[in-house]
């Protein structure tokens, strides 16, 4: 079994430094914030509305590192490579569905924030509940929302663990350690925390993957080498491809549904209802593929790790593991520091989305309650720590796969209600309540793989459970819309607006 020397005190110090330093950044945001408007004024909305959405006046520069900070994670620096290492090309699903993501960011987002905008809606279940006028389809969104995301922040929570154990620490300290931190930057930063200080993350894990990949390949004797390590070390496929037969429409499927997914979160809808304009958002969709570029290096992360000898029981340590193995121990630290930032910055703008939904849409008469917005995402982080302690998910990444499951069926009512279609609130509920229960069941029967496979016999195929429970509840709402259309019972349009000009 390959051993890895501590980072030692020069690697610690490092990691303490970086660390605490973003943490005092984001928590200070209200006392050192002004002095960067000095001579700039825009309006304030105050309120909840300040800490939960920015005051909706957030620029290009801003939305960027938000949007990309909230939606490159733990998941991307820790999960992924975690699982190419034990799969090999199969943990690059990740790439595809990016690339998929973005155009349709570009069509459906500004729309959607036009309408959110125009009506004062602060979350999904907002427009929703204008859409449809429905108080029971406001909930069902809400619900999914605060339930999809606790496992993605667990899931960064336990990138903040993983590295705090890679720095010689074990028991329950890393992880009451990565509580805290979330809990008190979450707290008295809002979402100006998050993004004032996403540069920050962005940087140190761009220096950290460039270092990564040009640095450790020369270390391990160049790429063709690492390639060849690893093949080794991979489960084997046919024919020399990189994927095997049976993994094609799980590769495909995982894609799709995770591009469908990933703009339904709360925490990435924040990100976008915080610009400032529908352009801010057309203008971010053109340059977030900067992001797959560092995401497809750092996947090749687990990779390098076969070829450095990395043998591990827990494949959420195979990145900073590599990194004690290959760099001096102050960069090692420096690394881990970026790894745990990109998992507190992220983790902070999804409490805030999901307490945005809790204090709009279940608590009604106290969304302008900043003190209740801070308690309800203490509470949703609670629930997150519950999850990392009772949620026994075999790869990392399959914690953000079951958010996926969940959020997939908020799809027909959010982003089919931007469309002039008459869907009765009914039959919405009966899809996304029949979707739901089938994907949730389905994941607790295959022991919460994201993957279901379907068929008898020989003729079977793995599928994404989240894009198999999405189908199921389109076709339930479409059924149950036109038998109530048969039924003589109305639908309630709403007004769309016309196409967003970027005012």
């Known amino acids: 079994m390959n051993t890895t020397p501590l980072p030692g005190a020069a690697g610690i110090g490092v990691f303490i430094f970086f660390f605490v330093a973003t943490i005092v950044l984001g928590t200070t945001v209200r006392l050192w914030r002004p002095l960067l408007q000095r001579g700039r004024t825009r309006p304030t909305t105050g309120g909840n509305d300040e800490w939960g959405l920015g005051g909706r006046a957030f620029g290009p520069w801003i939305t960027w590192f938000l949007v990309g900070g909230d939606f490159y994670t733990a998941y ?59 108080r029971t389809l406001e909930l069902a969104i809400a619900l999914s929302g605060l339930v999809a995301v606790l496992p993605y922040i667990a899931l960064q929570l336990i990138g903040i663990r993983t590295v705090i154990e ?29 993004a004032l200080t996403a540069f920050i993350k962005d940087v140190m894990i761009y220096i950290a993957v460039l270092a990564a990949v040009t640095i450790v390949p020369m270390y391990l004797g160049g790429y063709g080498h690492m390639f060849s390590v690893a093949a080794q070390h991979l489960p084997a496929t046919t024919n020399g491809q990189p994927l095997s037969s ?23 809808l924040t990100g976008i209802l915080a610009a400032k304009s529908a352009d801010t958002i057309r203008q971010n969709a053109v340059f977030l593929p900067i992001y797959t570029i560092v995401l497809g290096l750092i996947a090749m992360l687990g990779l390098m790790a076969h070829a ?7 494949s959420s340590q195979v990145v900073p593991q590599l990194f004690l193995a290959i760099f001096p121990s102050w960069f090692a630290g420096f690394c881990f520091a970026a790894i745990a930032i990109g998992a507190l910055v992220p983790a902070s703008v999804m409490a805030i989305g999901a307490a945005n939904l809790i204090m709009h849409n279940i608590l009604t008469g106290h969304k302008n309650s900043v003190a209740g917005a801070r308690m309800a995402g203490f509470g949703i982080k609670v629930g997150a720590l519950l999850c990392v ?27 089919l209600g931007l469309l002039p279609l008459r869907m009765p609130a009914p039959a919405l509920i009966a899809g996304w309540v029949i979707g739901s229960v089938v994907g949730l069941w389905l994941c607790w029967l295959d022991g919460l793989k994201p993957l279901h496979t379907i068929g ?29 259309r048969a039924l003589r019972v ?6 769309l607006p016309a196409e967003p000009q970027g005012k």
């Open 389 to 415: 302690l009772f949620l026994n998910a075999k790869f990392a990444i399959d914690l953000q796969l079951l958010g996926g499951v969940i959020i997939l069926q908020t799809f027909p009512a959010l982003v």
């Open 246 to 268: 049976s993994q094609v429409i799980p590769y495909a499927s995982l894609a799709l549904s995770s591009a469908f997914a990933a703009f339904l979160y709360p925490h990435t």
């Open 308 to 314: 450095a000898g990395i043998v591990t029981s827990s």
């Open 76 to 134: 991307t620096v820790i999960a992924v490579p975690a699982l190419v290492y034990s799969t090999g090309a199969y943990g690059f699903f990740a790439l595809p569905y990016t690339i998929i993501v973005y155009p349709f960011i570009f069509a459906v987002m500004p729309r959607l924030w036009t309408i959110a905008r125009n009506g004062g809606h602060s979350t999904a279940a907002d427009v929703v509940r204008a859409r449809f006028n429905s």
């Open 166 to 194: 890679a720095l010689g620490f074990s028991g329950t300290l890393p992880l009451v350690f990565a509580f805290v931190s979330l809990a008190t930057y979450t707290w008295l930063g809002g979402l100006h925390a998050p």
């Open 456 to 484: 008898t016999g020989t003729m079977t195929v793995a599928v994404s459970t989240g894009l198999l429970a999405l189908v199921i509840n389109i076709v339930v709402t479409l059924a149950c819309s036109m038998a109530m």
């Open 490 to 495: 109305p639908a309630s349009p709403m007004a």
